[in-house]
T-cell receptor
Framework: KAGVTQTPRYLIKTRGQQVTLSCSPISGHRSVSWYQQTPGQGLQFLFEYFSETQRNKGNFPGRFSGRQFSNSRSEMNVSTLELGDSALYLC?????????????FGPGTRLTVL | AQSVTQPDIHITVSEGASLELRCNYSYGATPYLFWYVQSPGQGLQLLLKYFSGDTLVQGIKGFEAEFKRSQSSFNLRKPSVHWSDAAEYVCAVGAGNQFYFGTGTSLTVIP
């Protein structure tokens, strides 16, 4: 089975721009979660989608949004980029998103905002 | 509220020495517990998980972890560390349909 894939792997943007990140989960997985990872902060939960519905949302501003398609692929969008948005963005998929189904992580998208 | 604490931000050990990484959690019910390893610039790879039953669980790469309910801990151990074990180790709790992650412990291995 192919693992979780994320595109692109690296992005460089300037302040004020917007960006869209993509995540393809493992086949058969219906839950996709997004995390922001920065040094010293660990993984900060952004949101989780299950069957095209946002089921959970973390404490991030409305500039961060996402969606999930019928094939479970997910996209994350960040508008009006700020310097502090520079981070590794990780996508994780699981069968159902329940706590007993481990999450499988993609390699991440490294976003740099200049 | 649920939370995961990894008290050690950074640990340095000599190759061949034993290792223990600490993880404490706060959760009202029986949690689902996970340890992940992350190499630089990469995603997280699952090392092991605890759901129920035997409190000592074995994982990949020679790692094991012990669940201690009385201490709300799930510490990761390895009897003999290899240079290739240098990485970031992250503890996580699955609760309901959410996951909570610790801030990670960075492991350096000295030859």
């Amino acid at each position: 089975k192919a693992g979780v894939t994320q595109t692109p792997r690296y992005l460089i943007k300037t302040r004020g721009q917007q960006v869209t990140l993509s995540c393809s989960p493992i086949s058969g997985h219906r839950s996709v979660s997004w995390y922001q990872q920065t040094p010293g902060q660990g993984l900060q939960f952004l949101f989780e989608y299950f069957s095209e519905t946002q089921r959970n949302k973390g404490n991030f501003p409305g500039r961060f949004s996402g969606r999930q398609f019928s094939n479970s692929r997910s996209e994350m969008n960040v508008s009006t980029l700020e310097l502090g948005d520079s981070a590794l963005y990780l996508c994780a998929s699981s069968l159902s998103g329940n706590g007993y189904n481990e999450q499988f992580f993609g390699p991440g998208t490294r976003l740099t905002v200049l | 509220a649920q939370s995961v604490t990894q008290p050690d931000i950074h640990i340095t050990v000599s190759e061949g020495a034993s290792l223990e990484l600490r993880c404490n959690y706060s959760y009202g019910a029986t949690p689902y517990l996970f340890w992940y390893v992350q190499s630089p610039g990469q995603g997280l790879q699952l090392l092991l998980k605890y759901f129920s039953g035997d409190t000592l669980v074995q994982g990949i790469k020679g790692f094991e972890a012990e669940f201690k309910r009385s201490q709300s801990s799930f510490n990761l151990r390895k009897p003999s560390v290899h240079w290739s074990d240098a990485a970031e180790y992250v503890c996580a709790v699955g609760a309901g349909n959410q996951f909570y992650f610790g801030t990670g412990t960075s492991l350096t291995v000295i030859p």
